[in-house]
């Protein structure tokens, strides 16, 4: 749905010759080989990240910004050279845009203490949407209740998809600040995030994109998209876990305070009187995941290698087959229709519960994730607890999904022999 052409995907290699470059995909689950579709949790990490961080611990470990020695020279440049490899990838201007995280949780949680706690207040509204993971709804609540300001949310059609009415219609003078995903990870909805934040914009607030799921899967483009704030995950795009950013657009982070106090984030301390670094690193308090950035960088070389462009039309036609095959299933009910879907299908199936469905699987040697997938109001919408959910991934081929249909087929049989 992305980009379809057979044109771009010439050359480009198969998901069975991609498979090779991950050691973990080659193993057996109970006997079967494994079928690793619970991409959305976490991907998993190709030989030449798994080598970067090996070398930079085998090589050049040494604590960042601090030292005058060689190692720790080496390691500041990597840590450097890895924020810049990111801000090119997600299209930002400058590198000092991108700040290093744990993740999108900590990401949003950055942007919800630092900006939130020094402009919201009292009569103040923060925009979200149905559709959002928790990450992007809790640390939103945190400070609406110690800021005053009102949490509203703009809802979800029966689809899986935000209307830009309703979304639009929620947005006013006193909001401050619209936070929303640029693909949902229940349902795997796209959302039209430039026009989200065009309309945002309009109303004179500031934007957040949660970008967990996107990056992985799209060509992501931060100036493109205008966005204020950005976040994601290193280990949802190959790169390892405790690693991940949220961009800042230049101008804004200038004015934010800090969230988290300690070493690497100040200028000069003093007990009357202590004065911050500039941004980046005002927000980067104590040591970095250093070999994580290397990680990222790695996994960064490894995508542009492959072109996101090609890298999204290849998934594309696995994620169509996947729900032309899942669709001929007997009583499996796709959750959500969504206008355009990146990675994940999620299904309930008539009589089984998906915890009981998610263990049958994986005794077919069939990972995929099941519960309520840290989306708890999606549920609610759907009127379900929990859903079974398939993730792909740019190693995810047509036989895994064969093993999954396969998979499904037997269990149908176990409830209803
Ligand atoms: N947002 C979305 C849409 C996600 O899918 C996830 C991870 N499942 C997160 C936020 C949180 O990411 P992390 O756990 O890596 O911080």
Known sequence: MVVESAEVLRDFPDAATLRRDFPALTQSVHGHPLAYLDNAATTQKPEA????????????????????????????????????????????????????????????????????????????????TELEHHSNIVPWQLIAARSGAKLVVAPIDEDGNVPLEDFSERLNSRTRIAAFGHVSNALGSVNPVAEMTRLAHAAGALVLVDGAQAVGHLPVDVGGIDCDFYAFSGHKMYATMGIGGLYIRAGIAADMPPWQGGGEMIRSVSFENTLYAEPPHRFEAGTPNVAGAVGLKAAIAYLDNLGMARLAAGEDETLEYALEQLRSVQGLNLVGRPAERVGAISFTIDGIHPHDLGTLLDHAGVAIRTGHHCAQPVMEHYHIPATARASLGLYSTTGEIDQLVAALNEARKVFSP
């Open 49 to 128: 990240v798994i080598r970067a961080e090996g070398e930079y611990y085998r090589r050049d470990n040494a604590n960042v910004h601090r030292g005058v020695h060689t190692l720790s020279e080496r390691a500041t440049a990597e840590f450097e050279a890895a924020r810049a490899a990111v801000a090119r990838f997600i299209g930002a201007a400058e590198a000092d845009e991108i700040v290093f995280t744990r993740g999108t949780t900590e990401a949003i949680n950055l942007a919800a203490n630092a900006w939130g706690g020094a402009n919201l207040g009292a009569g103040d509204e923060i925009l979200i």
